[in-house]
């Protein structure tokens, strides 16, 4: 065919058909698919679970439903809380049906698990339930971002603040896998540094039935604080067990270094009162916060988790860096997330580091006795904001993604 046959504008008009095509093929398979990679049915269910799916629909839905042009779909995949199903899923969803990114992923041993495959697959991965500092630090990877919280970040909001106001030694009930490992690490240096003492340790493993034996150890241990360095369910578990042996009533403190709205909720303020708990998120915070949470509780009937809320800031940010490059590359994306500062009802002062950590402001809160409490859901008291980058520190020379 000769196009000169059909005069400069039919040849104008063609090529500007070619361009317009290879401007839309920027967005892969002409649908950008984001994996919803949870616990739908075990003990992280309720702080994770359906509520991330509805986090996750809420803000494509929000976001309009498609993106450049091309519509924005979901998948769910529940790993039950075990790192090779969580890698398998993660393999299939990126090799066979083309998904783009995949969030949540609750425990540290699955989120490690998941981020190799992101590394292999050269894929997005963002993680608001892995809390181990290794994820950023020396396992670092270009694809995979770490978004509402990390280990470190809640020992310096809650051992720091229970240290200065007179807890000096402690003694830590510590679940057996990577995040409690690493919670309790992080914890015991800002400890020390301050001056305190560790007196030592024990470790159930993740969703122990009976944790008897742990609260009676660390009630022997005579430390001023009993430190929790666990995730659902052990971490309320070991606090109703300690309220019921008289822990509180014989001087000593438990402070719990991850401790969810869920849980406070399932655990009732007659038990948790008093707690000292660090937080990215509280739905009561600001007009932003209740605006956001309301619309979410009208769907699932129960207050989001700071994880559950950093799910919809992630994917709202994300859509927004497809938006603005005109592509979904995987790498060009994560490059205009880390541009372009986070600032919405879940993060401020919010930046995405070299490092891929979301460095944000956090919330040292205390739960509010029943007397205090004046409506559903209204748990606690904010004492004191956290600057991120007082909470999360300096990025960890370990990640070779760190300009040295």
Not at 58 to 66: E, N, R, S, V
Not at 198 to 219: E, I, M
Request: hydrophobic share 45%; aromatic share 8%.
């Amino acid at each position: 065919m000769n196009p000169m046959k059909f005069g400069l504008p039919v040849a104008a008009a063609l090529t500007a058909a070619l361009l317009s095509g290879a401007a839309t093929a920027q967005v892969s398979d002409d649908v950008v698919k984001i994996g919803v990679l949870t616990d739908m049915n075990g003990p992280a269910s309720a702080p994770t679970g359906q509520g991330s799916v509805t986090a996750a629909q809420m803000a494509i839905d929000d976001f309009g439903g498609t993106v450049l042009g091309k519509p924005i779909s979901i998948v769910i995949g529940d790993h039950q809380l075990k790192a090779d199903i969580g890698a398998a899923i993660a393999r299939r969803w990126y090799d066979v049906d083309q998904v783009d990114l995949i969030v949540d992923v609750p425990v540290s041993a699955v989120g490690l698990a998941v981020q190799n495959i992101a590394n292999e697959k050269k894929k997005l991965f963002i993680t608001h339930s892995t809390g181990t500092a290794d994820f950023h630090g020396k396992f670092c990877s270009p694809y995979a971002m770490q978004w509402v919280f990390d280990t470190r970040a809640l020992a310096v909001g809650t051992a720091d603040a229970v240290v200065k106001r007179g807890g000096d030694s402690w003694f830590f009930i510590t679940d057996d896998y990577a995040f409690g490992h690493s919670l309790e690490r992080d914890a015991s240096s800002v400890i020390t540094a301050n001056g305190g003492k560790v007196l030592g340790s024990v470790k159930p493993p993740l969703a122990t039935p009976d944790l008897s034996s742990f609260v009676l150890q660390a009630q022997a241990s005579k430390a001023k604080i009993i430190g929790i360095a666990a995730g659902p369910p052990n971490n309320m578990n070991e606090i109703k067990t300690g309220s019921e042996f008289g822990v509180f009533k014989g001087g000593q403190q438990m402070a719990a270094l991850l401790a969810l709205i869920t849980d406070i909720h399932g655990l009732g303020l007659q038990a948790a009162q008093g707690l000292l708990l660090t937080t990215s998120f509280y739905w009561d915070m600001d007009d932003k916060t209740r605006e956001w949470s309301k619309r979410y509780f009208a769907k699932m009937n129960k207050m989001p988790t700071m994880w559950q809320a950093g799910v919809y800031s992630s994917v709202i940010h994300y859509l927004n860096a497809i938006k603005a490059t005109g592509t979904d590359d995987p790498l060009k994306v994560a490059a205009k997330m880390r541009e372009t500062p986070v600032e919405d009802f879940f993060a401020r002062n919010g930046k995405l580091r070299d490092d891929n950590l979301m460095v944000h402001d956090l919330w040292l809160v205390q739960v509010k006795t029943p007397e205090e409490s004046k409506y559903p859901w209204d748990y606690y008291k904010i004492l004191a904001k956290i600057p991120g980058d007082k909470a999360f520190g300096p990025p960890d020379p370990a990640c070779p993604l760190v300009k040295k």
